[in-house]
């Protein structure tokens, strides 16, 4: 099973890819909170796309693919700003931000701790980031 | 999208927060928090029963006032997460550096002890 949706680069949108990926996982066997645990991990690089490659212009779009198989669930986000190879990001510390008083700089670090495997691909006209979790 | 409503309850703030905290809402809870940092006699308690899902924008708002609340005297606890939410303060381990009880009783104790 593939099922995409397109949204415009825009983070009020985030919620509708939000509901798309939920509405796609509750057949599954994952419990709410696996299921709240991948919404989490596609919404965050869905907003890192739209915020740091998109830059917030919402004439841009960007897709998001979720496909399901017996072993794994795969997410693809297409990228279609400047891209940012989300794994050459550093771990921050933790410590280190609270102290700084830093607003951001963990979501990336959710999605590599939520997802088995992160893929960065070059296309056309992008980007492909492919998420994988093992079920 | 989210609201959020402030209650003063004597010696204490109390924030309800209804609905999700993304990278688009949590501007929302950053001016929220930022104003109670106006009142340094008030602690505040943060009512999470219907957040129903927060990302890491929603985190860094968290983060970014402990250190604020603690240079001001000030304490900030957060009660009633459901499990999925709760999971998600685990997985940075925040559980562990921002103080969260289960109901908001064991919060007031909390500020009560402290």
């Keep these: 099973m593939k099922n995409s949706i397109q949204i415009y680069c825009n983070k009020e949108n985030l919620a509708s890819v939000r509901r798309f990926v939920t509405k796609n996982l ?15 991990a596609v919404d965050e690089v869905c907003a890192n796309v739209i915020i740091h490659s998109a830059e917030c212009n919402d004439e841009k ?37 609270i102290k700084t008083k830093r607003k951001g ?10 997802m088995d495997k992160i893929d960065f691909i070059p296309s056309n006209n992008g980007h492909i980031i492919r998420l994988i979790k093992h079920i | 999208m989210v609201e959020i409503e402030i209650q003063k309850e004597g010696h204490i703030a109390l924030i309800l927060i209804d609905g999700d905290i993304d990278a688009s809402s949590s501007i929302q809870l950053d001016e ?3 104003k109670q940092l106006d009142n340094k006699q008030l602690n505040v308690v943060i009512d999470c ?10 985190l860094g708002v968290f983060m970014s006032y402990i250190e604020e609340f603690s240079s001001s005297n000030q304490k900030f606890v ?4 459901s499990e999925k939410v709760h ?14 009880t289960p109901t908001k009783s064991e919060a007031l104790i909390f500020l009560n002890e402290e």
């Design chain 1, 26 to 40: 509750e057949p599954t066997a994952l419990s709410e909170i696996e299921i709240n645990a991948l919404v989490l």
């Design chain 1, 61 to 97: 779009t960007l897709d998001v693919y979720i496909e399901t198989n017996n072993t794994n669930i795969t997410f693809e986000v297409i990228d279609r700003g400047s891209g940012y190879d989300l794994r050459k990001h550093k771990m921050p510390d933790l410590g280190e931000i």
């Design chain 1, 105 to 114: 700089g963990v979501g990336l670090m959710l999605v590599q701790k939520i």
């Design chain 2, 32 to 34: 929220c928090l930022n």
């Design chain 2, 49 to 58: 029963s219907n957040l129903n899902y927060i990302s890491s924008a929603g």
């Design chain 2, 78 to 81: 957060l009660f009633g997460l």
């Design chain 2, 87 to 100: 999971n998600v303060f685990e997985m940075l381990g925040l559980d562990q550096l921002m103080n969260i």
